[in-house]
């Protein structure tokens, strides 16, 4: 799916000026106008709900779930008893989220659950769940919550072969060509002393095969602060984008490009802030659902920034101010989620959901969306 709108987002940004229309009834004071990019505020297309524990609520990603038009929120909810749940979201509608599955009581430790993502990981282009659970004894099993969400084991290393607590960051995309177009999972782990390896889980449509795909010597996985994926060489193959802390507010973003032929990953540093320039302590989210690199960040004082880094040409990013709330007019704390997806929303196709948590069991779901228009 997401190489489905890669294609149309690649299309628009050479066909059309881009402008994007970010729905809260905020004015963006301080939003810039680049060339191609126009921002401005629509109207507020929230609404909330009661009875939701923020909590309870584990692990949220995207993907369209239903094959019905855009992308839906998949939560991962805590029942109590060991009895985990799935909640659709539907193109981020709060007011229609159905709890699809339950495990049932004492059949899934949600505490034992590390990392939670989306893909479609046999290619009948309807997004599916990975979850990874540790099993204890360095013994690491990888579900799938295939079409109707049904849990299917598609990989266990055995006891002994794989450490969850040096397993840093999990994503996925079709980083190879292996075994078919069906996307994969890439495991970035801790070797210890600044020995960082990314491993490939590749589906096959059924299991997953692992392959070591990178190793470094001189990588800080501790520096490392988040990791998303996208295709950010317009190949069409899954690439992973690590950002980086080089201390005294410097920031990069490297890009490991994947080779969806031998299945492994090469590093080049797409943007780098210089000293002084960016907080990664001040970097609350970062998410990444199209060839660009969102993040929001806390300015204090209740006032909230939504950064874009986008390929402003080949192997380089460049940042974007999308939007500013403003003092006093967004909570960054409350902000629990912020995912970028083709949420469906009045504007276009484009944007980015964000669950934020209004207190007394009542979230809210906003979203941020992206208009392109005909000049
Ligand atoms: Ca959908
Ligand atoms: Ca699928
Ligand atoms: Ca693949
Ligand atoms: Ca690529």
Redesign the pocket.
């Known amino acids: 799916m997401k190489r489905k709108l890669n294609q149309l987002k690649m299309s628009l940004v050479l066909s059309t000026t881009i402008l994007f229309i970010f729905s809260l009834a905020v004015p963006a004071s301080a939003a810039p106008i680049s060339p191609n990019f126009i921002v401005r505020v629509g109207s507020a297309t929230n609404s909330t709900v009661g009875g939701w524990n923020m909590q309870s609520t584990k692990f949220t990603v995207s993907g369209n779930f239903d094959n019905s038009l855009g992308a839906d929120l998949a939560v991962i909810y805590n029942y109590g008893n060991n009895n985990m749940g799935i909640i659709i979201i539907p193109e981020a509608k709060v007011s229609q989220a159905t709890t699809i599955y339950l495990t049932g009581n004492y059949n899934w430790d949600l505490t034992k659950t590390k990392f939670v993502i989306a ?10 769940i990975a979850a990874v659970y540790d099993y204890g004894n360095n013994d690491m099993g990888i579900w799938i919550f ?2 109707g969400f049904l849990p299917t084991l598609v990989y266990k290393s055995g006891s002994g072969n794989w450490n969850l607590q040096n397993t840093k960051f999990v994503e996925s995309s079709n980083f190879s060509n292996d075994y078919g177009d069906y996307e994969d999972l890439a495991m970035m782990y801790d070797y210890g002393d600044n020995k960082m390896g990314i491993w490939n889980f590749i589906s096959n449509g059924a299991t997953f095969v692992p392959k070591f795909a990178f190793y470094s010597n001189n990588w800080n996985i501790n520096k490392t602060k988040f990791v998303v994926s996208d295709d950010y060489t317009g190949d069409f193959s899954g690439d992973l984008a690590a950002i980086y802390d080089y201390d005294n507010n410097d920031m990069g973003i490297w890009v490991f490009q994947g080779d969806p032929v031998q299945g492994t990953f090469t590093p080049s540093l797409f943007y780098k802030t210089g000293p002084g320039n960016w907080s990664l302590a001040n970097t609350k989210f970062v998410s990444s659902g199209l060839p660009e690199i969102v993040m929001m960040y806390d300015y204090g004082n209740n006032n909230m920034g939504i950064w874009d880094f986008y390929l402003t040409a080949p192997g380089v990013f460049s940042p974007f101010l999308l939007y500013i709330s403003g003092s006093g007019n967004w909570s960054v704390t409350n902000t629990k989620t912020f995912t970028e997806s083709a949420f469906f929303n009045p504007y276009g196709p484009y944007g980015i959901a964000s669950l934020y948590d209004y207190g007394n069991n009542t979230i809210g779901i906003w979203i941020f969306g992206y208009q392109s228009v005909i000049p």
């Open positions: 893909g479609d990981y046999n290619g009948d282009l309807v997004s599916n295939y079409n």
